[in-house]
């Protein structure tokens, strides 16, 4: 079974900045979107940013002009460059990847990044 496996998550002060990895166990055929979403305590998954094979990108209006998403496709790779990092970016970051006429969904066990004030 295919699994995404997602590292770079941890403690960080407001103002650091974190990378987080995201690659698959083995080769997924087509992958189209990756992207990273998060949840916090108490609150519902919400999308932090995607990009599509061609590289197009979509992010969270709250992490625009600080995140930024990569992608490696000869890898089924994808990364999150995340600076300038603050409390309210605290949550348990998944790794999310869509691959096939059907848009499959594979999803990580998710990375912990806290952000201390």
């Known amino acids: 079974q295919v699994q995404l496996v997602e590292s770079g998550g941890g403690l960080v002060r407001a103002g650091g900045s974190l990378r987080l990895s995201c690659a698959a166990s083995r080769k997924i055929f087509r992958i189209n979107v990756m992207g990273w979403y998060r949840q916090a305590p108490g609150n519902q998954r919400e999308l932090v940013a995607t990009?599509?094979?061609?590289?197009?990108?979509n992010y969270a209006d709250s992490v625009k002009g600080r995140f930024v998403i990569s992608r490696d496709n000869a890898k089924d790779t994808v990364y999150l460059q995340m600076n300038s990092l603050k409390p309210e970016d605290t949550a348990l970051y998944y790794c999310n990847a869509q691959a096939g006429v059907s848009s499959r969904d594979y999803w990580g066990q998710g990375t912990q990044v806290t952000v201390s004030s």
């Open positions: 990009i599509t094979r061609d590289g197009t990108t």
